[in-house]
């Protein structure tokens, strides 16, 4: 049976910490060195109820996309959720690893994941690491849809392909458009916008899209039908835990390891509902009480 030490210096190996972005908190939260590993968890969001699953498994190690702790902290005491967090582990010897942005720039990477979960062939990094001279590192992807769909056809992919959730997938542009390319990225991906528009893609997946930059990116996209194609944070990057849980996999394998290696069934998501809209359009049914000017007598305090 492996000890902590080992299994780290091999998920260091696949998402080298020193790759991570500057501002990020990556690499082993809790854990003894010497501890034995024989169950290993990976999932997106290090929250109790992942927590909760890693003890009812017997997890040795949960190894999380995000991080605990992304800014500094004076407590870990067991009244903050992220205390808990903490003492549930080391209650149960459960070691927490972490791998984010080095694992999004990674290759194969989370982008790789998500691109892989709706049948899409990665042609490039949008954004490559320019320290890879291969070229294949970096955030985000550019893959082929082939043989072509239409936007709408493509969202319905990516509402049947990832996890399910409240939110499914939201869509700017003509949904009747076709893709013939579109760039991939698990996350908030709103900072890509530029390199989306240098690309030259059709259409664009990713998640956290907000009002303000969306509509300008439609807007300032010109003449070109390049979509926008917004999923639920979680889903875009679940996809990361099957395809990390399979190269861990196959390195225990090498090494007659023997670990048991789960990915999490836990949805983290917080969004739990979502009422789609059947309110009228403003421009053909608001009622005439809502859209009229206010009269004198509607103001308080008016006089007669
Ligand atoms: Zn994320």
């Not at 070229?135 to 082939?146: A, I, Q, S, T, Y």
């Not at 917004?230 to 090498?254: G, V, Y």
């Not at 998501?269 to 009229?292: E, F, Q, Y």
Request: include cysteine; charged fraction near 20%.
């Amino acid at each position: 049976m492996p000890r902590l030490s080992e299994v780290i210096a091999v998920l260091e190996t696949l998402w080298p910490a020193e790759r991570a972005e500057s501002w990020d908190a990556v690499g082993t939260v809790v854990g003894e060195p010497d501890q034995e590993v024989m169950r290993v968890l990976f999932a997106v969001d290090p929250v109790q109820e992942t927590v909760d699953e890693a003890v009812q498994l017997g997890a040795d190690l949960l190894v999380t996309h995000h991080p605990l702790y992304l800014r500094g902290t004076t407590t870990v005491a067991a009244s903050t959720s992220k205390g808990r967090v903490v003492h549930t582990l080391i209650r149960n010897d459960i070691a927490l690893h972490v791998a984010h942005t080095n694992a999004d720039t990674a290759d194969p990477g989370v982008s790789d994941a998500l691109a892989g979960a709706l049948d899409l062939r990665v042609v490039r990094p949008l954004v490559p690491d320019p320290t890879d001279p291969e070229g294949r590192r970096g955030l985000g992807r550019v893959c082929e849809v082939d043989p072509p769909l239409t936007v709408r056809e493509l969202a319905a992919r990516a509402a049947a392909c990832l996890p399910a959730t409240a939110q499914g997938i939201r869509v700017a542009g003509d949904p009747e458009a076709p893709v013939r390319t579109v760039a991939v990225s698990g996350g908030s991906g709103d900072s890509l916008f530029e390199h989306v528009r240098a690309a030259g893609v059709d259409a664009f997946l990713t998640a956290d899209l907000r009002h303000h930059p969306a509509s300008e990116f439609m807007a300032d996209r010109a003449h070109s039908p390049l979509a926008l194609l917004d999923a639920a944070h979680w889903a875009t990057e679940w996809p990361w835990c099957e395809l990390a849980a399979a190269q861990l996999d196959e390195i225990s394998d090498r090494h007659g390891w023997g670990l048991r290696v789960h990915v999490s069934k836990t949805v983290t998501d917080p969004w739990t509902a979502h009422a789609a809209s059947t309110g009228p359009s403003p421009a053909t049914a608001l009622p005439r009480s809502a859209s009229r000017a206010p009269s004198p007598s509607d103001t308080p305090g008016a006089p007669n």
